[in-house]
Nanobody
């Protein structure tokens, strides 16, 4: 079955760290650009991180300003996974987090559809 399976998340305190995982089955993540999105309560979903594929020609990595210096995305090629390491978490980081994969990084630029979505995982940052 072709899908993205997410894990991680939970409830933490401000200043804590969390790592979210996104595992692909049925396709190779290296061939896809990856995005992490989040949707906070009452807000629209936003793209917070995106990186280009390993096998494509693009070499892109974008982080939205609110997470720069705190969040890092990485790949584990052997496990066909990507991770979102989130440090120095803030209450405003509370949201449902989604990973997504798309063949062309250009889709992020123009806001086009993703090829695959994870089901989302809830992160709550609260004291």
């Amino acid at each position: 079955q072709v899908q993205l399976v997410q894990s991680g998340g939970g409830a933490v305190q401000p200043g804590d760290s969390l790592r979210l995982s996104c595992a692909a089955s049925g396709f190779t993540l290296d061939d896809y650009a990856i995005g992490w999105f989040r949707q906070a309560p009452g807000k629209e979903r936003e793209r917070i991180v995106s990186i280009s594929s390993v096998t494509g020609r693009d070499r892109m990595a974008e982080y939205t300003d609110s997470v720069k210096g705190r969040f890092t995305v990485s790949r584990d090629n052997a496990k066909n996974k990507v991770y979102l390491q989130m440090n120095s978490l803030k209450t405003e980081d509370t949201a449902v987090y989604y990973c997504a994969a798309v063949k062309s990084y250009f889709n992020f630029i123009i806001g086009a559809e993703m090829d695959y979505w994870g089901k989302g995982t809830l992160v709550i940052v609260s004291s």
